[in-house]
């Protein structure tokens, strides 16, 4: 009789609910997964970034010293050689950064070089700003 009871729960109750519950564990091992690969994602994706960012900075710093400063000095750091200026960090920038940093950044931004122009804008501000606050 017990024998016959643990045969009928066995095959009616248990049987039928291994794979229901099998597809909820692989369900939620889906949706844990997607979650740390978004985690993955967004930390590369921030650190790509932040890379690029490094890159701006070091050229825009590089062309101040090396150019800017050296107009400015003479009186020469016209509207022409600001934009002159301008294009010698974007294209050292350029070469700095990495395919995958440009390809994180046209993925949390869109476009590139949109992205590049207001970046060497701030860090060309950040660094007048300190000018400003050295003197």
């Known amino acids: 009789m017990a024998n016959e009871i643990w045969i009928s729960l066995w095959t009616y109750i248990i049987l039928p609910l291994i794979p229901i519950l099998g597809a909820m564990l ?5 949706k844990k997964l997607q979650e740390w690969q978004l985690k993955i994602d967004s930390e590369n994706l921030n650190r790509y970034i932040g890379l690029a ?16 400063e050296s107009l400015k000095k003479d009186g020469r750091f016209d509207k022409e050689a600001q934009v002159s200026a301008f294009l010698r960090a974007a294209n050292m920038a350029t070469v700095l950064i990495t395919a995958e940093s440009r390809k994180a950044i046209e993925m949390a931004y869109g476009d590139f070089n949109n992205w590049l122009d207001s970046k060497i804008e701030q860090m060309v501000k950040w660094n007048k700003d300190e000018e400003n606050r050295n003197k």
């Open 26 to 30: 692989v369900l939620m091992g889906r």
């Open 53 to 68: 960012g490094g890159a701006v900075l070091q050229a825009v710093e590089c062309v101040y010293q090396t150019y800017v």
